[in-house]
């Protein structure tokens, strides 16, 4: 089972409650299941409640954030580890370095952008890791729909579907995880 894992996910507290609960539960399974949260150190939105979830029940919280958000003062501060970085790739370096498993809770374009560099990265044989989507209220339905207009129009290979896996709930997504085995993945060429 993997000891690190990277959640990517939203720092807006304007979200809906039910995304708020998804990233509680995800927190409080990934604490149970003793996992460390590797995700982006901050201390709002779904951000904020993942790690401190993860605190109530007891795990660990490595946060990773660029010097100019942890000036704006939205950092975890109470975090095991908290690492500054000069910007945002570094932060997204570190992530991966520091991570063996991905997991995108819903989250606006830095969520998207973060989890789509681990996704070229696999589709590019650089890790094998898993990455799982918590698609809470069909959150990621229209990503998905898209995915498959690039399997279709052939911009990607239906095979390459293996590289993630989609979890309705955040236990769902702890399962995938307990579950995982990697694919053997076509040549992108």
Avoid at 114 to 133: N, R
């Amino acid at each position: 089972m993997f000891k690190n894992v990277c959640v990517y996910c939203s720092s807006s507290n304007a979200v809906l409650p039910v995304f708020a609960e998804a990233a509680q539960e995800l927190g409080e399974l990934l604490a149970l299941q003793q996992h460390t949260l590797v995700y982006g150190g901050g201390n709002v939105g779904l951000m904020g409640i993942l790690a401190r979830a993860v605190h109530a029940q007891g795990g660990r919280v490595v946060g990773v954030i660029p010097q100019a958000l942890r000036d704006k003062e939205v950092a975890y501060l109470k975090a095991d580890e908290l690492i500054i970085t000069k910007d945002l790739r570094e932060r997204k370096a570190i992530m991966q370095q520091r991570s063996a498993a991905f997991v995108a809770l819903p989250g606006g374009f830095g969520t998207l952008e973060e989890v789509f560099e681990i996704l070229t990265s696999k589709q590019l044989g650089f890790h094998g890791a898993p990455i799982v989507f918590i698609n809470t209220q069909n959150f990621y339905q229209r990503l998905f729909d898209f995915f498959e207009q690039l399997y279709r129009q052939r911009f990607a290979k239906p095979e390459h579907q293996q590289l993630y896996q989609i979890a309705a709930t955040s236990e769902e997504a702890m399962q995938c995880l307990q579950r995982y085995e990697p694919g053997t993945m076509p040549d992108k060429w």
